[in-house]
């Protein structure tokens, strides 16, 4: 089997996999159609004349305007409770110690002295909770979608209609309608200390000198908005929908009377999306097209007619028209879409029909029709809630049909992880014949449904296309393998998963339906993973298999070489097992607690330096995660050196030796930079802040420049030259002359490698100074395992720059755990020469295992809240201007940092038991002859062949990496569909969108980076292999001359 058929079997099994996923996504998240239609002045949103008021008056629009202009003072989440006045409390009772409360002192006076002026809401926004959508919505009075809190980052451009179009068409030249000024500072004093810190209070303090400021200018034509786009958690954080989230404050005022009554004792509370027909109207212009939002009735009141009558017309006309716009856009949807439900479309377009005529007859004889009125007004209200309702629910219906056909996609992509995994290493089967076909039949399937599409003037979905072309070569693929291999053999043959990790995948599958245990997984994972640790031990005692050549003879971990009882070998392997039960432990500490549940207080080592009040502790901590960073680069140049890797000359090795300092130093110096950012002195915060920008995309930098290095010279071995006169060497070879092909230079290759183990020995004679040239290498047995380990270590920098501080020391916990982990799976993989080679799938479960526990030690959850937003500020802390993908890759590599590093790993699993054979030279002992047949001694000692073994045979070395590929394929794919299979059974359930959609979302994207990890981490060791054979062919030509 040849390593290009091995990839591209891996690629062609991902993307079934993909094309599955994004088929039910598009099934079960749905996006809501944005119609390109915009309101103007030329045309009224429906028939009939002129709203009461509005005849006569110059400039007047849909209604006459009562504003000039309006100042929008947008504060980013500006909870509810930051802006609400605090009750003076009495002589005896204790003050408030919560320093974000009574911050903002000049609402309250404003509010105290000036009822009539000015108010305060209580705005609900809707979820997702994140900037973007908060925008769009303030903007074009609509709601977002689940799934759009995926563009979060710099969406600069909304096609439907909106606030800021009108005002542009309408503005005239010299003049201002509307001034916005968006304050980030209260979210970003969020994100990066919480709002219980007291910098929090000093941003609401400047916060409140701005908006006090505006108070004193403001003209009697001017209306004052200030609002918050959403709320934020305890932990600063936001984005789903619990209340803090969707909780902000909404402050209006005027220096002419605006409000009749006298302020409630209570804020009022009102949607947040109720801004915009409301803006809309009081500055003369058309509301947006898109707009179901419902206008602020009372703002329309007529504060200098004494009349009620009067104030309650105007009142009636502004929802007439917010109803008569509302109505021609579901008419206009409905007409190009098919998502509103079609009863309750009726029932409120009859509700509609109802009001309006009432509101005609009412402006025929106005006089003398309070009553009326108001039932009017009741029905509008009425009217307008419910289509706002209606269009909550009927923008979360599901294609039942694509999700059906998503998860079987998935289901049936799992099934062939789990038969292929086992034809890989059954002799004489070949992938390429069997691939050719189907993908012909794929691509040709495609093709013409594409075509038949495009005829017949159908739309061209690229999500179902991609379904058909993963279907049609899907089923050619399985009938072919089956018929020419799989029904030959019993079915239970196919199927070999051990009873104990069966179990363990039916308790992981079983689990994502409930959402208890979804909200629990951080806690129930490292149980999962300590038992099957436990039974991982158990099951080397109950085997025999703790053999000192694996886990006992290991020198660098102190381990005597000498061969004892079987009772220390059990106590080395149950020591290793308690050392990774204390690693999980210690990694739970760091851990993020859900929403959910409120008797749980989240780690407070989560929150980076900058939030810690102390200078003592402050440094302490500093010191603690220098101490990680540098204890992190110690273990890997160590592990180096001890294997002697590190002695090699090669470019990749002398980047570990000089590169990775430097990487440390500058992760160091950018952290003592942001922890003391706000205490720099004046003069050298420029300084300090381009230092902040440079230093991340330095090591950036430096890691890159590692990794292609490393690609380009990825053999990490300690090539000498000696002269020495020639001694006869045999090789058998089944062949005549040099090597012509490339099985017989994998067939000669161990047994040249043998040869230069001897002669770096001194095991050869040596003669005078004058002989031949003879070439030695030293310690290519751990040539694989050297990649791998820098490859991961320059990944693993860079993205522990993305974590808050602390969380240095759960990567250094990491690859501990991951040390430990490996030499307790290498003592129960038996080593098979010649092959066939495999890993057990009790290794593969408990790596991936490990990935989502290290996944909640890092401080996340599955959960939009949870993000780190702050990431994408990490090297550009101005921002990205227009671009999306750069900070929603920062912040998706934050996240998923933990999948990607597993799953580059992976390959370790097949290479470590080789690397685990022997730390030291075999000795072979023969005897002396006649004198003393008893005695022995030893005559030389042979290097063990260790990863070099995989060499004798490159198809069972192939064929194992791809089956490893396949295993951790099926263990994560099982994950994501049952997290499909889940959302789409409990899709009616109450927490579907809190908990199960959320879920899927996560499993979704860290399956896609963990496939792409595990693509990339068999590539680089084929790229080892391949500069293998290159660096042997070239010492086999040298040898010929």
Not at 300 to 329: C, G, K, M, T
Request: proline share 7%.
């Amino acid at each position: 089997m040849q390593k290009i058929s091995v990839l591209l079997f891996l690629a062609w099994v991902c993307f079934l996999f993909y094309a599955g996923i994004a088929l039910f996504t598009s099934g079960f998240l749905l996006t809501r159609l944005e119609l390109t239609n915009h309101s103007s002045c030329q045309e009224l949103p429906g028939p009939g004349s002129q709203p009461w008021g509005s005849q006569g008056k110059p400039g007047a629009c849909w209604m006459a305007s009562r504003f000039s202009r309006v100042v929008l003072v947008l504060i980013d989440a500006l909870r509810f409770d930051f802006a609400q006045p605090q009750p003076s409390h009495g002589p005896g009772e204790p003050p408030v110690s919560l320093p974000f409360l009574g911050k903002l002192d000049s609402l309250q006076r404003i509010l105290e002295i000036q009822p009539h002026h000015a108010k305060l809401y209580q705005s609900k926004a809707d979820p997702p909770t994140t900037t973007m959508q908060r925008l769009k919505a303030l903007t074009t009075g609509s709601l977002p979608t689940f799934i759009d809190a995926g563009s979060n980052f710099a969406s600069h451009a909304i096609v439907e209609d909106n606030l800021i179009k009108q005002l542009a068409s309408a503005v005239d030249s010299g003049e201002w309608d509307m001034l916005i000024a968006h304050f980030l500072g209260v979210d970003h004093c969020g994100h990066k200390y919480g709002p219980h810190h007291p910098e929090m209070a000093k941003k609401l303090s400047q916060m409140d000198q701005v908006i006090q400021g505006l108070v004193e200018r403001l003209e009697n034509d001017t209306l004052l908005v200030v609002i918050g786009d959403h709320g934020m958690t305890v932990t600063g954080d936001h984005g789903g929908d619990s209340e803090l989230e969707i909780s902000a404050a909404l402050f209006l005022y005027s220096p002419k009377a605006l409000f009749p009554g006298a302020p409630p004792e209570e804020p009022e509370v009102v949607p947040q999306i109720s801004l915009v027909p409301t803006l809309a109207l009081l500055l003369g212009l058309p509301i947006p097209f898109g707009n179901i939002g419902e206008v602020m009735a009372e703002l329309f009141s007529e504060i200098e007619d004494s009349q009620p009558h009067s104030s309650a017309l105007a009142q009636a006309s502004a929802l007439h028209l917010n109803a008569q716009q509302v109505s021609r856009f579901l008419h206009t949807y409905s007409a190009a879409t098919q998502d509103l439900q079609v009863k309750e479309l009726h029932r409120l377009q009859n509700l509609f029909s109802k009001a309006s005529a009432d509101y005609q007859r009412l402006l025929q004889s106005p006089q003398g029709a309070e009553a009326a009125l108001q039932t009017v007004i009741t029905e509008l209200q009425q009217f307008l809630r419910g289509v706002r309702a209606m269009c909550i629910q009927s923008w979360a219906r599901f294609s039942l049909g694509r999700m059906a056909g998503g998860a079987a996609l998935m289901a049936a992509a799992c099934f062939l992880c789990l038969l292929v995994s086992q034809w890989a290493i059954s002799p004489g089967f070949c992938f390429r014949p069997l691939l050719l076909t189907p993908m012909a039949c794929g691509l040709a399937g495609t093709i013409v449904c594409a075509g038949l599409l495009t005829t017949t003037g159908l739309k061209l979905d690229p999500v179902v296309l991609g379904a058909m072309a993963a279907v049609g070569s899907l089923l050619p693929f399985l009938w072919k393998a089956w018929a020419g291999w799989g029904s030959k053999r019993p079915l239970v043959a196919l199927l070999p998963i051990p009873g104990p990790v069966l179990l363990f995948l039916l308790i992981r599958f079983a689990a994502f339906f409930s959402d208890s245990f979804v909200v629990a997984e951080a806690r129930a994972t490292p149980f999962l993973l300590g038992s099957l640790i436990l039974l991982l031990v158990a099951q080397l005692h109950w085997e025999g298999k703790l053999l000192p050549s694996k886990l006992l003879t290991i020198p660098r971990l102190c381990f005597s070489a000498s061969t004892g009882p079987p009772r220390r070998n059990g106590t080395h392997a149950l020591g290793l097992g308690v050392g990774l039960l204390l690693c999980i432990r210690l990694a739970g500490l760091f851990h993020r607690c859900p929403e959910e549940t409120p008797a749980c207080h989240s780690s407070p080592w989560l929150s980076p330096l900058a939030s810690v009040v102390g200078g003592r502790a402050k440094n302490l901590w500093y010191g603690a995660c220098v101490g990680a960073l540098v204890a992190l680069l110690a273990a890997v140049r160590l592990w180096l050196r001890r294997y002697s890797n590190l002695k090699s000359p090669e470019p990749s090795v002398l980047f570990v030796r000089w590169g990775l300092p430097l990487m440390v130093l500058g992760t160091a110096a950018y952290w003592a930079l942001a922890s003391g950012a706000d205490e720099a002195p004046p003069r050298l915060r420029a300084l300090v802040a381009g230092a902040s920008v440079v230093l991340p995309r330095a090591v950036a930098g430096l890691a890159a420049s590692g990794l292609v290095l490393l690609l380009w010279r990825p053999v990490t071995v300690i090539v000498k030259a000696t002269t020495g006169a020639p001694r006869p060497r045999t090789v058998l070879t089944p062949f005549a002359g040099p090597p012509t092909s490339r099985a017989d230079l994998d067939y000669v290759v161990p047994q040249i490698y043998r040869h230069m183990q001897e002669e770096f020995r001194g095991r050869l004679e040596r003669t005078k100074s004058q002989g031949p040239l003879t070439v030695a290498a030293y310690q290519l047995g751990s040539v694989y395992s050297a990649a791998m380990v820098t490859a991961l270590t320059l990944l693993a920098f860079p993205l522990l720059l993305l974590h808050a501080e602390r969380i240095s020391l759960v990567f250094l916990l990491l690859f501990l755990q991951s040390f430990l982990l490996l030499h307790l799976l290498a003592a129960g993989i038996p080593i098979t020469t010649p092959g066939p080679f495999t890993v057990p799938w009790q290794a593969v479960s408990a790596w991936a295992l490990m990935a989502t526990q290290t996944f909640y030690s890092m401080g996340h959850q599955p959960v939009f809240p949870a993000i780190h937003w702050h990431a994408a500020f990490v090297g550009f802390p101005e921002g990205h201007g227009s671009s999306t993908w750069l900070p929603a890759l920062l912040v998706g590599a934050n996240t998923f940092a933990s999948h990607l590093l597993f799953a580059v790993g992976c390959p370790l699993l097949l290479l470590w038991p080789f690397l685990c054979e022997s730390q030291g030279p075999r000795k072979r002992w023969q005897p002396l002859g006649n004198e003393a047949e008893a005695r022995v001694r030893p005559e030389e000692e042979e290097e063990p062949l260790m990863e070099m073994r995989l060499r004798e045979a490159p198809h069972h070395f192939n064929a194992a990496l791809l089956q490893l590929g396949l295993k951790y394929l099926f263990v994560l794919g099982i994950q994501i569909l049952a997290c499909a299979l889940a959302a789409s059974i409990l899709r009616r359930h109450l927490m579907v969108w809190k908990v199960f959609a959320p879920k899927f979302i996560f499993e979704a994207v860290g399956f896609i980076v963990s496939s792409v990890g595990l693509f990339l981490g068999i590539a680089l060791v084929m790229r080892v292999d391949g500069a293998v054979s290159s660096w042997f062919r070239q010492l086999v030509l040298a040898q010929q001359r």
